[in-house]
């Protein structure tokens, strides 16, 4: 399993666009990223997937670098709603034991 | 459509008597997976099926705990005999296919061990 790591925390206004860097220097070949978020009181949510580049959804955008040792998850225009727990996890996506979830990122959005 | 359906939403027990989480995965989805959450540990792996075979179990905590999958529509976490620091959520989940990243998750069961 590649070892994350993305900070505890981190404050952001509404409006303002937010991103969240997860650190993954031993990422495999056949690994994919992931993003989760979690409502207080809810079971986690996915929000979105890539191997490299760039993907995006409705929801938000990742970027992956060409070395992908690192992924940015990026929410643009936050509203307070927003505020939830945000987890990479980084794995082969062919094993079940892969979606170990790591502590996560406390995004809290404020008025 | 329905999601992953978790029953019960909320159990308070006492030290010693069995407890028995259910789980109703998605309909089509074969694989589903069993997490617990604390305050002090996170998100914890416990279990995971594929196809209603368990594939992994080294996250289940102690003999304590066992997980059954007798089809495609049902699973069952049983903690039998419970201790006060079995005192968590309890998550399911479920995914279709093989393994395509994107886990649905329940609601959760919030036990309580006194």
């Known amino acids: 399993l590649a070892k994350t790591t993305q900070p505890i925390s981190m404050d952001s206004y509404e409006g303002q666009e937010v991103n969240i860097t997860c650190s993954h220097n031993?990422?495999?070949?056949?690994?994919?990223i992931t993003w989760y978020q979690q409502f207080p009181s809810q079971g986690p949510r996915f929000i979105i997937q890539?191997?490299?580049t760039k993907v995006t959804n409705e929801v938000a955008s990742l970027f992956i670098p060409a070395d992908r040792k690192s992924s940015t998850l990026s929410l643009p225009r936050v509203s307070l709603s927003d505020t939830a727990v945000y987890y990479c996890?980084?794995?082969?996506?062919?094993?079940?034991?892969?979606?170990?979830f790591g502590p996560g990122t406390r995004l809290s959005v404020l008025p | 459509d329905a999601g992953v359906i978790q029953s019960p939403r909320h159990e308070v027990t006492e030290m010693g008597q069995e407890v028995t989480l259910r789980c109703k995965p998605i309909?089509?989805?074969?694989?589903l997976f069993w997490y617990r959450q604390t305050m002090m540990r996170g998100l914890e792996l416990l279990i995971y099926?594929?196809?209603?075979?368990?594939?992994?179990d080294s996250g289940m905590p102690e003999d304590r705990f066992s997980a059954k999958m007798p089809n495609a529509s049902f699973s069952t976490l049983k903690i039998q005999p419970s201790e006060p620091r079995d005192s968590a959520v309890y998550f399911c989940?479920?995914?279709?296919?093989?393994?395509?990243?994107?886990?649905?998750f329940g609601e959760g069961s919030r036990l309580t061990v006194l």
């Open positions: 890539g191997y490299k």
């Open positions: 309909s089509g989805h074969n694989s």
């Open positions: 989940a479920s995914s279709q296919g093989e393994y395509t990243g994107e886990l649905f």
């Open positions: 031993n990422i495999a070949t056949n690994d994919y």
């Open positions: 996890l980084v794995g082969d996506i062919n094993y079940g034991q892969n979606f170990v």
């Open positions: 099926f594929n196809n209603n075979v368990p594939i992994d």
